[in-house]
């Protein structure tokens, strides 16, 4: 039967069996290790965990081993991009046999870098100190005309959460050289729906400028970014709190634990925080809470870590009591964002 309250001790019980060692079903995540590390420290920082439980200089360690650098000052105008790579085998680079192209796992990416640097805030790592010039100036590389920007140097597809994390790490480091502001503020307008789509009335944003309006919001990038005034002040978000009292990404979607993070944050920024129905959300939550610590996305599956996160995240909005409170903008610890 699923318990009546939100477990703390065996989340933290859970994040900290996951940051000795990752279960088998990971194995073809290597690819995303940093991400990982991010769901695992963050969550630790958001559940109070005790300080001893992470070796911080170990961790800053093994984070900033993963930065790509550039070999001399005039390889940073070769149109690459010198951020985080994803983890340890994605340092290697590996060519596709057909075309002689370097693999898109063995270049350094942009949510990589996101998670990279939300770590060393996270466990108190002075930013100063590491070579921002080379991440901010390449990533320039990354921003394309329309304002969007590719996650790699290589190719890849565009669309906004890729701003998200560029605009993140400008914010973190407290430096906007790396990208033109007022493109990024154009694309993310042109995301924003006004029209009719899939029979209802949806003022929400795309990902991308046309597509379907979707739970990842832009109001989480324009927060962080004080001149970007978005004039949109809806509560259409609301509409996806469903009956079970848990939130859809897109209309006529299950309920699923993420998603009461991805729109809980955006009423938070919108200021429409005030009008969940908790209580319902607080059920519905509980009901995909592992009884071996951690969230599922839909009630009675195994947990993973990113709807763990993004369950804590929820409970942290919820005001749950043994919680920090969270910085929505930056998706960690409000302690941590202000970087006490
Ligand atoms: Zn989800």
Wanted: aromatic share 12%.
């Amino acid at each position: 039967m699923a318990s009546e309250i939100f477990e703390r001790d065996r989340h933290v019980t859970f994040l900290q069996m996951e940051y000795q060692l990752l279960p088998s079903p990971y194995q073809s995540q290597e690819i995303n290790s940093l991400t990982l590390a991010y769901f695992v420290i963050s969550g630790l920082d958001l559940l109070a965990a005790p300080d001893r439980l992470v070796d911080k200089e170990a961790v800053a360690k093994w984070v900033l081993s993963l930065q790509a650098h550039p070999r001399s000052q005039s390889e940073l105008d070769n149109g690459q991009f010198y951020g985080f790579y994803g983890s340890r085998s994605a340092q290697f680079p590996s060519e596709d046999k057909d075309n002689g192209a370097l693999l898109s796992c063995s270049v350094s990416n942009l949510a990589s870098t996101y998670c990279a640097v939300a770590i060393l805030k996270i466990i108190g790592y002075d930013l100063s100190s590491i070579d921002s010039e080379s991440i901010l100036m390449s990533m320039r590389n990354l921003q394309q005309p329309d304002g969007s920007f590719m996650p790699i140097h290589t190719g890849a597809e565009t669309d906004l959460r890729f701003i998200y994390c560029a605009v993140a790490i400008c914010h973190m480091m407290g430096n906007w050289s790396g990208m033109d502001k007022e493109k990024a503020k154009a694309y993310i307008i042109n995301c924003q729906r006004s029209d009719f789509f899939f029979q209802s009335y949806d003022g929400g944003f795309g990902l991308t400028p046309g597509s379907e309006s979707h739970g990842l919001s832009p109001h989480l990038i324009s927060s962080s970014v004080t001149s970007f005034p978005l004039e949109f002040r809806s509560f259409v978000p609301l509409q996806r709190q469903a009956a079970d009292g848990g939130f859809q990404g897109r209309p006529n979607k299950p309920s699923d634990t993420c998603y009461a993070f991805w729109i809980g944050s955006v009423l938070k920024v919108i200021g429409g925080h005030k009008f969940i129905d908790k209580k319902a959300l607080h059920g519905f939550l509980l009901t995909c809470q592992s009884e071996y610590g951690g969230f599922s996305k839909f009630p009675g599956d195994f947990p993973d870590l990113y709807h763990s996160y993004y369950g804590f995240t929820a409970f942290s909005l919820l005001e749950e009591p043994g919680l920090k409170p969270l910085c929505v903008e930056l998706g960690m610890s409000a302690i941590a964002a202000i970087g006490i």
